[in-house]
């Protein structure tokens, strides 16, 4: 992970990104904010374990899911948060909001509904996804938001779960899962510890 670990550029300052995601939030509140909040803790806890820019992954924990400052979207929320983030000049953020929903680079890895985008989107988008070779920042954010419940980190499987009782299987749903185990595994691997601990998940909060 070693030539990955430079400060990222195009990315706002944590004081930029704490606004933007408070306008955001002020335009459409809910519990996408505290699990905003919970993910950017992750990125910064396991980041700064693991020789990442700790700040920059807080940013961008912040900043994934920042599309959903737009209204109650599906699959909308990444071609907003995409677009808005290429359109302020922040294109380390913009990769992040695609490729956060992308732990497989296919569109059927999309736990939710995609059809709220006009298929010009969603071939824009997938272009743009099949065109990233992943870096450890976009692994991290792909783990951390499945590490991340509103009220706290939790384990991975409570996560899974909720987001399939809330949006259901595709045939990539079990590729998916095996795919966040693999995530977890790689970077307990380069923390050198369980993540669990690390980021005080404990028996009592499962
Ligand atoms: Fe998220």
Known sequence: MKQETNRLKGLPSLAQAEELLQEA??????????????????????????GMDPQACRVLGLLHDIGRGGGVYDFLHVWNGWSRMNALGFPAAARICLTHSFPIQELDCYAGNTEDCTPEQREILMRELKSISYNAYDRLIQLCDALSLPDGPTILEKRLVDVSLRHGFSRLTLDRWRAFQKLKQEFEQACGQPLYPLLGVSPDRL
Do not use: K, Q, Y
């Open 25 to 50: 939030v002020n335009s459409n509140p809910g519990p996408w904010e505290d699990h905003s909040r919970t993910a950017a803790f992750c990125a910064e806890t396991i980041g700064a374990r693991c």
